[in-house]
Structures are given as structure tokens and as C-alpha cells.
């Protein structure tokens, strides 16, 4: 059980390109999500996805879409990369409960994104 | 609105201290509460949660319990060590979970 993998570990753009993050979850999980880490600013949500099929916005989604390929794989795009987006990158995975009280988020080791 | 608040770090203590990070919230109605503590270069791994008033959540000789009356979760414990060096994160909700800033906490030997 790899749990939750995110590729790429780090990259470095330049302004004005355009990346997709992915993350694939092994743990047969209903639930995605993506989250960036500011200093002093903790974790933010960015984009989830409740389930196969569905896709909502977060806190702070202007700057990205996402795409929830299949139950595993729920991946994160930026078209037009700006200085603002470097950031610490999370995907997190949960399942569902019918108590939603009980679910726990299962995070990934993190994306490192530089924009030049 | 939906905040959490811990106290900023970073916290330094010696081997065997006690520990204490604060954090208190603001929700409607009674969130899950959850600490979450990363290591240098990981991502986050669940340490605890509590789910209604009044539950205490404990790992690894962590605790904190669900004070709905002081709006609070503080993360307590009797003993640290030095691999307990790490960035805590309290956070609540339900799905959509809303976390603290994060409090680093460095334990020396």
C-alpha cells in the first residue's frame, strides 16, 4: 500500500507555463483533494473532489483546474504559472463515512513548486 | 467565520518537557478536530482527532480533548522527545477541513 503519491517531488517554471501536478491514491477512497502550504499560512484548500465524477472549488481555486481522471487519480493544472503559485503542493485522500464526523484526510508527501 | 488559531512557534523545549501547543476555533455547529504533525520534508500524518464535545483524542503520548465550552483543542504531553521535532497543525471541519498555521516545535536533547 503506497497510499498517496504525488509526482512531480519538485519543479521549477517560469512564468506563463503551464504544468499538471498528478496524485494517485491506492486506498480505494471516494474523496480528493488539493491543498497549498504558505508560510505562516498553513494549509489552504485549493480544489476537491467528493467523488468519481465531481469536482468543487476551495478556498483559493482561482489559477487552477483539476481533473478527477477515475477513482484514483485526481490531478491538478495550472495553464498560466505565476510568481504567486510557488508554493507547497498537498493531495489528500478520504473515505466516505456515513458519519462524515469519522472521515480522516490521508495526505501525500507534497509537491514543491517554484515559479520564477 | 471558520477559523483555527494556534499559538505561534517555534516551541523550544528539552528532552522530557512538557508540552503544551494551543489552538482554539471558531465554527458553527461542532466540527471534527483534528492535530496533524509533519516531519521535515513529509507530508502531513494524522496524530489525533476527537469527533463531539467532551472526547479526548491521545497517540504516541499525545492528548487533546474537545472543549466545546472554551472552543478549544490543546495538544498536550508529558514527555517529549527529540524525535517529536515537528510541525504541528491543528485543524476542524468536515471534508473541507480548515487548519491553524502550524506550530514548530523543536526538542533538544
Known amino acids: 500500500n503506497a497510499g498517496v503519491t504525488q509526482t512531480p517531488k519538485f519543479q521549477v517554471l517560469k512564468t506563463g507555463q503551464s504544468m499538471t501536478l498528478q496524485c494517485a491514491q491506492d486506498m480505494n477512497h471516494n474523496s480528493m483533494y488539493w491543498y497549498r502550504q504558505d508560510p505562516g499560512m498553513g494549509l489552504r484548500l485549493i480544489y476537491y473532489s467528493a467523488s468519481e465524477g465531481t469536482t468543487d472549488k476551495g478556498e483559493v481555486p482561482n489559477g487552477y483546474n483539476v481533473s478527477r481522471l477515475n477513482k484514483r487519480e485526481f490531478s491538478l493544472r495550472l495553464e498560466s504559472a505565476a510568481p504567486s503559485q510557488t508554493s507547497v503542493y498537498f493531495c489528500?485522500?478520504?473515505?466516505?463515512?456515513?458519519?462524515?464526523?469519522?472521515?480522516?484526510?490521508?495526505f501525500g508527501p507534497g509537491t514543491r513548486l517554484l515559479v520564477l | 467565520g471558520n477559523s483555527v488559531t494556534q499559538m505561534e512557534g517555534p516551541v523550544t523545549l528539552s528532552e522530557e518537557a512538557f508540552l503544551t501547543i494551543n489552538c482554539t476555533y471558531t465554527a458553527t455547529g461542532y466540527p471534527s478536530l483534528f492535530w496533524y504533525v509533519q516531519y521535515p520534508g513529509e507530508g502531513l500524518q494524522l496524530l489525533l482527532k476527537?469527533?463531539?464535545?467532551?472526547d479526548k483524542g491521545s497517540n504516541k503520548g499525545f492528548e487533546a480533548t474537545y472543549r466545546k465550552e472554551t472552543t478549544s483543542f490543546h495538544l498536550e504531553k508529558g514527555s517529549v522527545q527529540v524525535s517529536d521535532s515537528a510541525v504541528y497543525f491543528c485543524?476542524?471541519?468536515?471534508?473541507?477541513?480548515?487548519f491553524g498555521t502550524g506550530t514548530r516545535l523543536l526538542v533538544s536533547p
Open positions: 476527537a469527533t463531539k464535545a467532551d
Open positions: 485543524a476542524r471541519g468536515f471534508q473541507k477541513l480548515v
Open positions: 489528500a485522500s478520504s473515505e466516505y463515512r456515513r458519519d462524515r464526523a469519522q472521515e480522516t484526510q490521508y
